[in-house]
């Protein structure tokens, strides 16, 4: 199960001086358990059988009187077992039954593919399920479902599948694989989940932190998908997908007006700030992160628990304050977010009105249910907690685990309890507690409730798919969401017009917002949609009508009127009617379109997801836009204004637009004496990543002005960089620009940069920027400068000399003439170098480094056994890590966080964790996997895919830099199979630092 996991995943690295990232490699080795070392290495152990006293399961009405409530509302059983099992999702259909995903098989070592589907009914009408079919049986790991078209979508990676009953014996006899290849973790962790309706007709679903290459049946085998970290959106009708913005782990929710939110472990609320179908349009915007956490708290948001801490947890947490593993942690084992699930949006009209909205998540480590209530933000939320003195539903009974919500036909918040004794993944719990633990006790038993107000009247519920068309469109108005989605669901599957002048009078005169809305995409579904009634849309009262009418008039581009509607919402009053205008107006082209951005901009400068918004709709008219706002003299005074500019630069250099490059020259010429300063940088932005018809129109022009910006550009630059009377932060800025000058001019500025008399941070970017310079002089530079260089600094600069094929032979040739320490090149360095696909370089590498032998690991691993005996100083351990960690994760204000939380290292068994530190490649995780990506202009950058979106992807460094690379840009992406984390570490700490090291992480609070 996705988020079942309490453990949050960390990441690598590959560098030997970023040993702490040897943690991550043990986070990518979860799947193994301390007792695969060599036992007869392995420290006595001593058994807890005495204190580990299992908490026995409550039957279900037993367990329903375990909760306790927000006072305004009551908690209903509605199916328990042995009608299902293992509930970790469910859908309804129109007819009011619901289909329910079992993973039975969760934290089951041994045995796979016997979860199944049940078809659950109340046949008697009371509100109670009372019949169970196995609709889906044998079934490996599914983790989500859907209906449509009078069957369901089925998610079992690495498959979804569409299953139907076509006899009406509740069993399904149609199963088609509709798409194939999503990721399936080892520890059913992190897989595609939450299939969700959106208004605009589609099926939206979130692919976790697995992704996969995906097929598509209807696209054909030729065409795959990448969808790590995206969203995937299905047309149900076709089968077609397309891919969205993604994030989160389990649970992702739409709320009533389509927004997008997504939770994780240790993240208990996020939402997406864009779509990223709109940021694929200009493959030259390199947009922030989507998701944005809007939880004050975050992980550390103190959660109210009421149930007893079970006794496992009391002993880890024991175990972990001895001292042979480290200090106390300082803290009790549970009351903050671990295990963050299944996040839900409230869309029912069973509850007060106030609660429409509201986000549910489950916490089923600490058997509770978090509630929180969004509100605005700028373009943003936050959602600060709802309920002050006590969580709005937590329970007594430690089995308790709700892992899934969904909003019902009744109007009822529906809760799904897996019902397990463990819900951690068994590979987190230290060996000497597992044994004493049943990692699948529970798996034949599972719970769904129902939650509602205490004057509840369950309505009587109909069989819309016996309702005429006519009818279903009058559901349109209702307030329950699940009814609206279910009529709309339906009116697009039946594809029945004759309801279009229905929809037309539903979508101008129903006085409810989301039914004008939700009326418009049913017309745009049924292609019925015209002008006139879409301008009426465009001109509500209501912001997020026009919201809605902005997305569909994409579709009505060439239309005159439409697109002037369109222009006059530049300025509208709302700002989030702005922001969703500044994608939309990407669809339309015409000058008007580009000066209603760069009003949208004028107004909203300070607002980076506004700026991103206009940057996504400018593949076209960059030039056009630039040259409006340097005409705004006030708008020039802003930093932001001028930094965009530069962005715009950026981009008109990188395009092959002639019309762009002496739309923006002839700008930079009229700006006044005291914006120089701003055209020189822009004239910098307009180089740094220059096409080649940019420097031919450079090159061309007679323009007396871009001569003087040419010849003066990298005089101040290098005046600016080698300036010591500067500060250093201003030094630093331009060293960048020194990579696009002529290499006779710059190398030797450079070779003063990398001087010991330099700062630290000069010399680092000094060397980092160098990558940038192609020239066969480069590593020369950087072979003599190699005495004086700071092991932090050599870390840099073997990254710099990896990222070119002739630099490496250079490389090379610096380690056989004694000039560079083969110690300086770390294992996994050498490594990449043996299996290069350079045969040239492989041969010289393997000769050269063919003493270069790590010990094997089983040996290694038996020679640090010791290190569990030995006592632990989390003082020295301090230390270890400052000199071995640092560059990469950041602990008590100490270090640079590359890597993931480490805190969260307290969770582990520390002898699984040594295990896994010292052999990392046992087994790798596919986000912990060393890449090489290659850029169009030969560059070769290696480390961990730390982020990526439709146009790039941020690779994470060993040398703790980062790099963002437009998909533009890339020529290869290739996976080294390699863990983030080297092996080797035993060459640079030994078991007693080890040891202190271990009893320092244990020890943070």
């Given at each position: 199960m996705p988020s079942l996991r309490v453990s949050t995943h960390l990441s690598r690295n590959f560098s030997l001086i970023l040993f702490l990232c040897v943690l991550v490699g043990f986070i990518s080795s979860l799947t193994l358990?301390?007792?695969?070392?060599?036992?007869?290495?392995?420290?006595?152990?001593?058994?807890?059988?005495?204190?580990?006293?299992?908490?026995?399961?409550?039957?279900?009405?037993?367990?329903?009187?375990?909760?306790?409530?927000?006072?305004?509302?009551?908690?209903?059983?509605?199916?328990?077992?042995?009608?299902?099992?293992?509930?970790?999702a469910m859908c309804f259909d129109?007819?009011?039954?619901?289909?329910?995903?079992?993973?039975?098989?969760?934290?089951?070592?041994?045995?796979?593919?016997?979860?199944?589907?049940?078809?659950?009914?109340?046949?008697?009408?009371?509100g109670v399920f009372d019949k169970s079919s196995p609709f889906l049986t044998d079934v490996t790991l599914p983790t989500a479902v859907f209906c449509s078209q009078g069957g369901v979508f089925v998610g079992a990676p690495p498959y979804v599948y569409y299953c139907k009953d076509t006899n009406g014996d509740g069993k399904a006899d149609v199963r088609e694989v509709v798409m194939e290849g999503f990721g399936r973790d080892k520890g059913d962790e992190g897989m595609i989940n939450?299939?969700?309706?959106?208004?605009?007709?589609?099926?939206?679903?979130?692919?976790?932190?697995?992704?996969?290459?995906?097929?598509?049946?209807?696209?054909?085998?030729?065409?795959?998908?990448?969808?790590?970290?995206?969203?995937?959106?299905?047309?149900?009708?076709?089968?077609?997908?397309?891919?969205?913005?993604?994030?989160?782990?389990?649970?992702?929710?739409?709320?009533?007006?389509?927004?997008?939110?997504?939770?994780?472990?240790?993240?208990?609320?996020q939402v997406l700030m864009y779509d990223d179908r709109y940021i694929a349009r200009n493959p030259y915007l390199a947009p922030p992160p989507a998701p944005v956490n809007i939880a004050p708290g975050g992980k550390f948001t103190k959660l109210m628990r009421i149930s007893q801490i079970e006794p496992w947890r009391i002993l880890r947490t024991r175990l972990r304050a001895a001292s042979e593993r480290g200090d106390s942690e300082g803290g009790k084992p549970s009351g903050f977010f671990t295990a963050a699930t299944g996040i839900t949006a409230y869309r029912g009209d069973a509850w007060p009105l106030e609660y429409q909205g509201n986000l549910f998540v489950g916490e089923p480590a600490n058997n509770l249910v978090y509630r929180a209530a969004p509100k605005p933000d700028g373009l943003s939320l936050v959602a600060p907690r709802a309920d002050q003195d006590a969580e709005f539903l937590a329970s007594t009974d430690v089995w308790f685990r709700p892992v899934q919500f969904e909003n019902g036909p009744d109007g009822a918040l529906y809760v799904l309890d897996m019902y397990r004794e463990l819900i951690e993944g068994a590979p987190f719990i230290p060996e000497e507690i597992l044994k004493h633990i049943d990692p699948i006790g529970g798996q034949d038993k599972g719970r769904i409730y129902r939650i509602v107000p205490k004057n509840f009247e369950r309505p009587a519920l109909s069989d819309l798919t016996k309702l005429s068309s006519k009818e279903l469109v009058a559901l349109l108005d209702s307030d329950n969401g699940w009814t609206r989605d279910t009529a709309q669901r339906l009116i697009y599957e039946r594809q029945d017009t004759s309801v279009v002048p229905d929809l037309k009078q539903l979508a101008a005169a129903s006085r409810k917002p989301v039914t004008r809305a939700t009326a418009l995409w049913s017309l745009e579904g049924l292609n019925s949609?015209?002008?006139?009634?879409?301008?009426?849309?465009?001109?509500?009262?209501?912001?997020?009508?026009?919201?809605?009418?902005?997305?569909?008039?994409?579709?009505?581009?060439?239309?005159?009127?439409?697109?002037?509607?369109?222009?006059?919402?530049?300025?509208?009053?709302?700002?989030?009617?702005?922001?969703?205008?500044?994608?939309?107006?990407?669809?339309?082209?015409?000058?008007?379109?580009?000066?209603?951005?760069?009003?949208?901009?004028?107004?909203?400068?300070?607002?980076?997801?506004?700026?991103?918004?206009v940057q996504s709709s400018l593949n076209q008219g960059a030039g056009e836009v630039f040259v409006l706002l340097a005409r705004n003299s006030d708008l020039l005074e802003n930093k932001q204004t001028q930094a965009f500019l530069g962005t715009l630069a950026t981009q008109i250099g990188a395009q092959s637009d002639v019309e762009n490059v002496k739309l923006l020259m002839g700008a930079l010429e009229s700006l006044p004496q005291s914006q120089q300063k701003l055209a020189q940088q822009s004239f910098r932005n307009l180089l740094s990543?220059?096409?080649?018809?940019?420097?031919?129109?450079?090159?061309?022009?007679?323009?007396?002005?871009?001569?003087?910006?040419?010849?003066?550009?990298?005089?101040?630059?290098?005046?600016?960089?080698?300036n010591s009377k500067l500060p250093v932060k201003t030094r630093v800025e331009a060293i960048p620009t020194l990579s696009i000058g002529s290499p006779d001019e710059t190398?030797?500025?450079?070779?003063?940069?990398?001087s010991v008399q330099q700062p630290l941070p000069i010399r680092q970017k000094a060397i980092t920027t160098l990558g940038l310079v192609n020239d066969e002089r480069v590593p020369e530079l950087l072979v003599e400068a190699w005495p004086g260089l700071s092991p932090q600094l050599r870390m840099s600069a073997v990254e710099t000399?990896?990222?070119?094929?002739?630099?490496?032979?250079?490389?090379?040739?610096?380690?056989?003439?004694?000039?560079?320490?083969?110690?300086?090149?770390?294992?996994?360095?050498?490594?990449?170098?043996?299996?290069?696909?350079?045969?040239?370089?492989?041969?010289?590498?393997?000769?050269?480094?063919?003493?270069?032998?790590?010990?094997?690991?089983?040996?290694?691993?038996?020679?640090?056994?010791?290190?569990?005996?030995?006592?632990?100083?989390?003082?020295?351990?301090?230390?270890?890590?400052?000199?071995?960690?640092?560059?990469?994760?950041?602990?008590?204000n100490v270090g640079v966080q590359l890597g993931a939380d480490l805190k969260a290292i307290k969770d582990r068994g520390t002898e699984a964790v040594l295990l896994n530190i010292l052999d990392p490649n046992r087994e790798v995780k596919p986000q912990?996997?060393?890449?090489?990506?290659?850029?169009?202009?030969?560059?070769?950058?290696?480390?961990?895919?730390?982020?990526?979106?439709?146009?790039?992807?941020?690779?994470?460094?060993?040398?703790?830099?980062?790099?963002?690379?437009?998909?533009?840009?890339?020529?290869?992406l290739i996976s080294s199979k390699l863990s983030f984390m080297p092996e080797g570490l035993e060459k640079q700490i030994n078991q007693q630092q080890m040891a202190d090291l271990l009893a320092y992480l244990n020890s943070i609070r």
């Open positions: 358990t301390a007792n695969s070392a060599d036992k007869s290495a392995s420290p006595k152990k001593v058994d807890y059988a005495a204190e580990m006293k299992r908490i026995p399961p409550r039957a279900p009405k037993d367990a329903l009187k375990s909760f306790k409530i927000h006072p305004d509302f009551k908690i209903e059983l509605v199916a328990a077992e042995p009608l299902l099992r293992d509930p970790v129109a007819r009011g039954r619901a289909y329910v995903v079992e993973m039975s098989e969760y934290n089951d070592a041994h045995k796979e593919g016997y979860s199944s589907v049940k078809l659950l009914e109340d046949t008697d009408g009371d939450s299939f969700r309706w959106g208004m605009d007709n589609r099926i939206y679903f979130s692919t976790g932190i697995d992704g996969g290459m995906v097929t598509v049946a209807a696209e054909g085998p030729e065409k795959q998908f990448n969808t790590k970290g995206r969203g995937v959106i299905l047309d149900p009708a076709t089968r077609k997908i397309e891919l969205t913005t993604g994030g989160g782990q389990h649970g992702m929710s739409l709320g009533i007006w389509n927004r997008a939110f997504v939770c994780a472990n240790s993240v208990p609320m949609l015209d002008a006139d009634t879409l301008l009426k849309g465009l001109k509500d009262q209501d912001p997020q009508v026009c919201i809605q009418s902005s997305r569909i008039a994409e579709r009505f581009a060439k239309d005159a009127q439409v697109q002037q509607a369109m222009i006059a919402l530049a300025g509208h009053d709302s700002i989030e009617v702005q922001y969703q205008a500044a994608f939309s107006l990407g669809a339309f082209e015409n000058s008007a379109r580009n000066q209603a951005l760069a009003m949208l901009l004028s107004k909203n400068v300070d607002n980076k997801w506004m700026r991103m918004a990543r220059a096409s080649t018809s940019t420097k031919q129109v450079l090159a061309k022009s007679k323009s007396e002005y871009t001569a003087q910006l040419l010849s003066g550009m990298m005089k101040s630059t290098i005046e600016q960089a080698t190398l030797p500025v450079f070779e003063e940069l990398l000399l990896f990222s070119r094929q002739p630099w490496q032979v250079a490389l090379l040739d610096a380690v056989k003439a004694g000039d560079i320490n083969s110690g300086d090149i770390s294992p996994e360095r050498v490594q990449l170098l043996k299996s290069s696909q350079d045969k040239a370089i492989k041969k010289r590498a393997t000769d050269l480094f063919q003493n270069q032998r790590l010990t094997g690991r089983s040996d290694v691993i038996k020679q640090y056994q010791s290190s569990l005996k030995l006592k632990g100083d989390p003082a020295n351990g301090k230390l270890v890590f400052k000199k071995n960690c640092a560059a990469c994760h950041r602990l008590e912990y996997v060393t890449y090489l990506l290659v850029t169009t202009q030969g560059r070769t950058i290696t480390g961990l895919i730390k982020a990526e979106n439709a146009n790039s992807i941020t690779i994470a460094r060993a040398d703790g830099t980062s790099d963002t690379v437009l998909r533009i840009d890339i020529d290869e």
